[in-house]
């Protein structure tokens, strides 16, 4: 069975800092594996999705992930943090049975001035 | 190019009241349409997907219904509400046959029940 973890709850860093968010992910089919982000109040906007092309994706925004298959990671990252980055991100899974999306725990990113 | 919309955006209701949440997406046919809810400081639960007009498939047993009378309308409804309703819902929709890709997500509706 597919499942997605979250590593962190609430990561925080300084403006103009580089952002890391990990994701490590269990699938036994060559998984799909997006990031979404989530403003408060907002619905979830797709910021970057792999599936089985290029290993390192770049999303918008200036986020990017790499899938690593040997450490069945797709951790995301961002050069230089914006405030306006402050969000919650998702990690998700797709089960490749059903077309189901299994979503991480999330994370809360908080920037700093 | 394809946007979905959801209303309202926030709704305040009381308890043992009824409920009727609309979504609809423009911009394409036959989409899998999907509700999803997300409590306060939670992940998102799936609640109802369609793969088609009247075809509505339960994820977990709830106080919540769903229907889907035209090919890209969705609404989510309860005949009375219970507090434990309370959340944010979201709908989305994913073209048909494709099973690997994203959703694409509404702007979702902030539920109180008080």
């Known amino acids: 069975a597919q499942s997605v973890t979250q590593l962190d709850s609430h990561v925080s860093v300084s403006e103009g800092t580089p952002v890391l968010l990990r994701c490590n992910y269990s699938?036994?089919?060559?998984?799909?594996l997006f990031w979404y982000v989530q403003h408060p109040n907002k619905g979830l906007q797709l910021l970057l999705k792999?599936?089985?092309?290029?290993?390192l994706v770049k999303g918008i925004n200036g986020f990017e992930a790499e899938f690593k298959k040997s450490e069945t990671s797709f951790h995301l990252t961002k050069p230089s943090a914006h405030m306006s980055d402050a969000a919650e991100y998702f990690c998700?899974?797709?089960?490749?049975?059903?077309?189901?999306?299994?979503f991480g725990q999330g994370t809360t990113l908080q920037v700093k001035p | 190019s394809q946007t979905i919309h959801q209303w309202p955006a926030t709704l305040v209701q009381p308890v043992g009241s009824p409920l009727s949440l609309e979504c609809t997406v423009e911009?394409?046919?036959?989409?899998?349409l999907y509700w999803y809810r997300q409590a306060a400081g939670r992940g998102l639960q799936l609640l109802f997907y369609?793969?088609?007009?009247?075809?509505i498939s339960s994820e977990v047993p709830q106080n919540l219904s769903a229907s889907r009378p035209q090919d890209r309308q969705f609404i989510l409804s309860s005949k009375k509400l219970l507090l434990s309703d309370s959340g944010f819902y979201l709908c989305?929709?994913?073209?048909?046959?494709?099973?690997?890709?994203?959703?694409?997500f509404g702007n979702g509706t902030r539920l109180t029940v008080t």
């Open positions: 989305a929709w994913r073209g048909t046959g494709q099973k690997n890709s994203p959703l694409h």
């Open positions: 699938s036994s089919y060559s998984p799909s």
């Open positions: 792999y599936t089985s092309a290029a290993t």
């Open positions: 998700v899974v797709i089960s490749g049975n059903t077309g189901k999306l299994i």
């Open positions: 911009g394409t046919s036959n989409p899998n």
């Open positions: 369609s793969v088609g007009i009247g075809q």
